[in-house]
């Protein structure tokens, strides 16, 4: 079964670095784009970016860019979202998604995180 | 940045037709795609590239696309497609991706 599980959720305090993980399974990591969405509370779907778990080529949302970083450990094919200095406005629910067709980066996402919750509250 | 433009909400009675749109200038050159989000759940695809069914999703879902605007169709809507929708397409360049701001579907 082709699935990815995400870390759980996680209480910080503003200033605080976070990473989050997401494991894949079921399938060959390394050839699956894997993005994160963002889901404020009340508020909509967010693309923050997605990366190539194989050469670990990252895009981002403009929105996004220099805010949080994207990477992956193909070797235990895991992706990652990381936070340098967090704020109170980065409390939100984040999910990790997989692109349907491997080797393409232009993609919908069909296979996706349970979502961690992150809240960040001094 | 790019925007999609979804309506905040689109209400039915059980039975009928709901038609659920997103606009976007690179919608001619870029494919759309439709995920179904409830509450404490994950969201999941329900048309992929304009128009294709993904496995497993019924056949009362479809998708169209005509110019700048892309279609989401839930024909013989029932109480368990109450639920947000958004679109997801890319920016012209194909640099980034984005959702439309959803929308709410009311089944009355």
């Known amino acids: 079964e082709v699935q990815l599980v995400q870390s759980g959720a996680e209480v910080k305090k503003p200033g605080e670095s976070l990473k989050i993980s997401c494991k894949g399974s079921g399938y060959t990591f390394s050839t699956y784009f894997i993005g994160w969405v963002r889901q404020m509370p009340g508020k909509g779907l967010e693309w923050m970016g997605i990366?190539?778990?194989?050469?670990?080529?990252?895009r981002y949302s403009p929105s996004f860019q220099g805010q949080v970083t994207i990477s992956a450990d193909k070797s235990i094919t895991t992706a990652y979202l990381q936070w340098r200095s967090l704020k109170a406005s980065d409390t939100a629910m984040y999910y990790c998604?997989?692109?349907?067709?491997?080797?393409?980066?232009?993609?919908?996402?069909?296979?996706w995180g349970q979502g961690t919750m992150v809240t960040v509250s001094s | 940045s790019y925007e999609l433009t979804q309506p905040p909400s689109v209400s039915v009675s059980p039975g009928q037709t709901a038609r659920i749109t997103c606009s976007g200038d690179a919608l001619p050159k870029k494919n759309a795609h439709w995920y179904q989000k409830k509450p404490g759940q994950a969201p999941g695809l329900v048309i992929y590239k304009d128009t294709e069914r993904p496995s497993g999703i019924p056949e009362r879902f479809s998708g169209s696309s005509s110019g700048t605007t892309v279609t989401l169709t839930i024909s013989g809507v029932q109480a368990e497609d109450e639920a947000d929708y958004y679109c997801?397409?890319?920016?012209?360049?194909?640099?980034?991706?984005?959702f439309g701001g959803g929308t709410k579907l009311t089944v009355l």
């Open positions: 998604a997989r692109h349907k067709y491997s080797y393409n980066r232009h993609d919908a996402f069909d296979v």
């Open positions: 990366i190539d778990p194989g050469d670990s080529e990252t």
């Open positions: 997801q397409s890319e920016d012209n360049s194909g640099t980034y991706a984005v």
